[in-house]
């Protein structure tokens, strides 16, 4: 499919301005997951649009794992990240990166700038460097340590990373002004000290640079020209700056900040996300109820249907939301034009056809898609027994052509591909329940128009029953019942309890091929993957995607 190109956003702007006062300049950007959670759709956009702009300017764009928080990350997670934007279909440039590539240069730098009076060792607890940095009414107080010697402040650093000192009982921090309006320039933490084992440096270091200290120097290391972050980053950014001053960096990468994208629906918090994992609230990460990318994936969203979302969504520097069903409807035009169709019936009743010899198969052939002529046929067998849908079966005479274009008792329908026929008689159990139809069919109808004065009221889809699978099929809802769970005072309790339906589907006999990740439209159900993880061809599962329309949803 053709991809639209990247949007102009105001960064694309500040970038083509960049390129304009200096055209030898090489864009280079860079998607920095940390490594402590499954990527979801917000991450999303941010990947569409580092990679997009890098592309749009003919640059690079990197990956890397910002794993500084060694409690909380794990190699899992990285390697799940990988196969993400690997599945999204971007490229990163050369190898994956990782802030702790650079642990060795950062913890250089720490010591140059105790060389140069901008860092020292500060000997108080986190909690007492917490509360002496005040706050918006109230200014900071320095630290006791903060005017010792350079030597001591060095030789307290190497104790620092030697082990000598306990978690939250030592820390490095840049020396600037404890008065600063920006709270993040009052003396902020370089290095503080965590004795976890990182799945990356394993037990090398017992101090781990912060966030601020990490991220611009990374950046610069890389050759990053242009660092975009969100917005909660635009108070860190005088500090980025402060840094890159003030270090002898090999480049000048400058930060920009643009909005977090909300979905309505959905909530993009890794943090919350873990909750609904860890309560069992989902079956994982990767469930595909969780607007993770690797749960979309296995929902059988498109990676184009996202990216296109991604790249639809307006990049702004003031907070908006989106809404699911832009999602759905460009996942739904993805699917619509590229995948083939099929035809399965959820809830089955059984027809029989009675002018039809026992033994009789015709066989038919079906396009695999109306409009596609190169996906090519499928065959298809009709039997004197089929099935088709519940739904698709009324007693009541009384309904009118416009109000049930289906099968009723005494009536014609045309059954998909097929031909028209005609319900005679329904027999009941002793419940008192339908479980078949009797029916006749129209002889020549295959292909053609019926008889003079043979009306069907529409076209149904069926499955023979005697060449057919069976196949568990899962119907989802959205997982939460309101559209903006994180606002609730506990999204657990926004959890849709009607979220997950399984049902036992009768399936055409060609979808006994169908791999794990095949997606099908079901005509006139909507669009099924094969599961990922569960199908295989003695046992299908499909997962309902989407419906063949917009559902509506409350706003
Ligand atoms: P979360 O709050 O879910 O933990 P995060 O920002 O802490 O997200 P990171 O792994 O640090 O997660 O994010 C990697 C990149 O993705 C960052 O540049 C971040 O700004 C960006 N990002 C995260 N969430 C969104 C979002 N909802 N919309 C746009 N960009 C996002
Ligand atoms: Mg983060």
Redesign the pocket.
Known sequence: MDREPAPDNFLAQIIAADINKNPNLKIHTR????PN?FL?L??A??ICLNFALAEKFNGYCNLRF?DTNPEKEEQAYADAIIEDVTWLGFKWYGDVKHTSDYFDKLYEWAIYLIEQGLAYVDLQDAETVKQNRGDFNNLGTESPYRNHSIDWHKQELENMRAGKYAENTASLRAKIDMKHANMNMRDPILYRIRKAHHHQTKDKWCIYPSYDFAHGQSDALEGITHS???LEFQNHRPLYEWLLENLPVPSKPKQYEFA???ISYMI????KLKLLVDENIVSDWDDPRMPTISGMRRRGYTANGIKDFCNMLSVSRSEGSAEITMLESCVRNDLNNNYPRAMAVLNPILVKITNLPENNIISLVAPKHPDQQSMGNRDLTLTNEVYIDRNDFSTDSSLSRKQFKRLVLGDYVRLRNAFVIKADSIVKNEQDEIIAINASYVEDTIGKKPPEGIKPRGVIHWVDAKNCHNAEVRLYDTLFTCPNPEQQDDFTKAVNPNSLTIVNAKVEASLIDAKPEDRFQFEREGYFVADRYNHQPNNLVFNKIIGLKDSQKPK
């Not at 998607?31 to 940390?34: A, K, S, T, Y």
């Not at 993009?268 to 943090?271: F, I, N, Q, Y």
Request: one cysteine or more.
């Open positions: 998607f920095p997951p940390e959670g979801h917000g991450h956009t941010s910002d975009i972050c969100t977090r994208s909300n993009t918090s890794k943090r």
